[in-house]
């Protein structure tokens, strides 16, 4: 299998179908990348570190100004479409304006930050698997607020772009996750992975050799529709647990607090809160030696580091599922593998192995026959690369 190149044939398709539901060529086609968190899970919305790729595969989006202020929305990967008044996008999505809440979302900041209310005419297409763990979502909001910025020439940084994507998926749609997924697809580039301290949203690219290792993405299948499950619920564990350490020791975020800190409240805090606090701090000591692995080329601790994470996000954290463990177990049985965890949020959805180049069908053939052993069907793979920022397609390049 060979991975996509950087501009898919999605570019061309979004364009066709722009033209044949509005008539005419859009003003603009853009993209923005999905990612692959490598380590660090769980630790966005708990102030910690994290270490997305952004990779070769997102959201794609033909889009053109028009007359009036209403909001035109189409999609390649949905038969729902819709058309929305500016003042009828409102306060929080509508459950019933499924897929097109997240560019509504995207809108509804974009205009109270700028000021800048045009019509719309927009079509998306996109490569990503939805809801499986490689930030559909978020590359939907940013190729959105990418467009907005070029077609209203507001000039906007792409830090502020990453923002507007955040606050369109925590205010508008209501899930309570932290920045790292629109940050990785605003601010991600080729061959680079991207550290990010969500506690003051600072950065740091950290080089990320392709030629030592491809990213297989192994899909269980399993959809992962992070509004109704129990990810909410995690966020609130991990809230009431900074509760507890703050009375041993005031620190602004969880992520921010030691194994010391755990021993000192160790009897103030237990059972599933405790879990969570355990998980979010080892999972920081995890992330930096994923990063010193990255940095000093040791592919071996940087693989440990996600086994490890893996394991953790089992154990204490709750959130992977039968699936998923089946699947990472079977990756680690294979020569050539570095290590494997589940990414995204977990409940299902995805998980990734990072293998050596060059070995990824016979990694393929192992975990589908230990996979369909188990449940009955194959999973489905994809091999990825990092992959460029958003921007403008022109060329067949994203610019």
Same mark, same amino acid.
């Given at each position: 299998?060979?991975p996509?190149?950087?501009?898919?044939?999605?570019?061309?398709?979004v364009?066709e179908?722009?033209g044949?539901?509005f008539? #005419?060529?859009?003003?603009g086609?853009f993209?923005a990348p999905g990612r692959v968190?490598?380590?660090?899970?769980?630790?966005?919305?708990?102030?910690?570190?994290?270490?997305?790729?952004?990779?070769?595969?997102?959201?794609?989006l033909?889009?053109?100004?028009?007359?009036?202020?209403?909001?035109?929305? $189409?999609?390649?990967?949905s038969?729902?479409g819709f058309?929305?008044?500016w003042?009828?996008?409102?306060?929080?999505?509508?459950?019933?304006?499924?897929?097109?809440?997240?560019p @509504? #979302?995207?809108?509804?900041?974009?205009?109270e930050l700028?000021?800048?209310v045009?019509?719309?005419?927009?079509?998306?297409?996109?490569d990503?698997?939805m !809801?499986?763990?490689?930030s559909?979502?978020?590359a939907?909001?940013i190729v959105?607020?990418?467009?907005?910025d070029a077609?209203?020439?507001?000039?906007l940084?792409?830090?502020?772009?990453?923002m507007?994507?955040?606050?369109a998926?925590?205010?508008?749609?209501g899930?309570?996750?932290?920045i790292?997924d629109?940050? &990785?697809?605003a601010?991600?580039?080729?061959?680079?992975a991207l @550290?990010?301290?969500?506690?003051?949203?600072?950065?740091?690219?950290?080089?990320?050799?392709?030629?030592?290792?491809?990213?297989?993405?192994?899909?269980t299948?399993?959809?992962?529709?992070?509004?109704?499950?129990?990810?909410?619920?995690?966020?609130?564990?991990?809230?009431?647990a900074?509760?507890?350490?703050r009375?041993?020791?005031?620190?602004?975020?969880?992520?921010?607090?030691?194994?010391?800190?755990?021993?000192?409240?160790?009897?103030?805090?237990?059972?599933?809160?405790?879990?969570?606090? %355990?998980?979010?701090?080892?999972?920081?000591? $995890?992330?930096?030696? &994923?990063?010193? #692995?990255?940095?000093?080329?040791?592919?071996?601790?940087? #693989?440990? !580091?996600?086994?490890?994470?893996?394991a953790?996000?089992?154990?204490?954290?709750?959130?992977?599922?039968?699936?998923?463990?089946?699947?990472t177990d079977a990756?680690r049985?294979?020569?050539?593998?570095?290590?494997?965890?589940?990414?995204?949020?977990?409940?299902?959805?995805?998980?990734? &192995?990072l293998?050596?180049?060059?070995v990824? %069908?016979?990694?393929?053939?192992?975990?589908?026959?230990?996979?369909?052993?188990s449940?009955?069907?194959r999973?489905t793979?994809?091999?990825?690369?990092s992959?460029?920022?958003?921007?403008?397609?022109?060329? &067949?390049?994203?610019?």
């Amino acid at each position: 299998m060979t991975p996509p190149s950087t501009c898919s044939p999605l570019a061309p398709a979004v364009a066709e179908l722009f033209g044949a539901e509005f008539g #005419g060529v859009p003003d603009g086609v853009f993209f923005a990348p999905g990612r692959v968190n490598l380590v660090g899970a769980h630790l966005d919305y708990n102030g910690g570190l994290v270490l997305p790729v952004a990779v070769n595969r997102g959201v794609y989006l033909a889009a053109r100004l028009r007359g009036g202020r209403r909001i035109h929305l $189409r999609s390649r990967d949905s038969a729902l479409g819709f058309d929305v008044a500016w003042d009828d996008v409102g306060e929080r999505g509508d459950p019933s304006r499924d897929w097109s809440r997240y560019p @509504l #979302g995207v809108c509804r900041y974009f205009a109270e930050l700028t000021g800048c209310v045009p019509g719309l005419e927009l079509v998306y297409g996109g490569d990503l698997p939805m !809801a499986s763990g490689l930030s559909s979502s978020a590359a939907l909001e940013i190729v959105t607020a990418v467009a907005l910025d070029a077609l209203c020439a507001t000039r906007l940084p792409r830090q502020e772009l990453a923002m507007i994507g955040f606050r369109a998926e925590t205010g508008y749609v209501g899930l309570q996750c932290g920045i790292m997924d629109q940050f &990785a697809s605003a601010l991600g580039e080729s061959g680079q992975a991207l @550290l990010i301290d969500c506690s003051d949203a600072s950065f740091q690219h950290v080089p990320l050799d392709a030629d030592a290792l491809d990213i297989l993405v192994m899909d269980t299948g399993v959809p992962r529709p992070l509004t109704q499950t129990d990810f909410n619920q995690r966020v609130r564990e991990c809230a009431e647990a900074h509760d507890v350490l703050r009375k041993v020791r005031d620190r602004r975020f969880l992520a921010q607090y030691t194994e010391e800190d755990l021993a000192v409240a160790a009897d103030a805090l237990s059972g599933v809160r405790r879990r969570r606090a %355990e998980h979010v701090i080892q999972e920081m000591r $995890r992330i930096r030696s &994923a990063v010193a #692995g990255l940095r000093s080329g040791d592919l071996g601790a940087l #693989g440990r !580091a996600l086994d490890e994470s893996h394991a953790s996000t089992r154990d204490l954290y709750e959130v992977s599922a039968p699936e998923l463990d089946v699947i990472t177990d079977a990756a680690r049985e294979c020569d050539g593998v570095f290590g494997a965890r589940l990414t995204g949020a977990g409940f299902g959805g995805c998980a990734i &192995a990072l293998i050596r180049p060059g070995v990824h %069908e016979q990694v393929e053939s192992h975990v589908a026959e230990r996979f369909e052993a188990s449940f009955g069907r194959r999973p489905t793979f994809d091999l990825l690369r990092s992959g460029p920022g958003p921007g403008r397609v022109r060329d &067949a390049q994203v610019e």
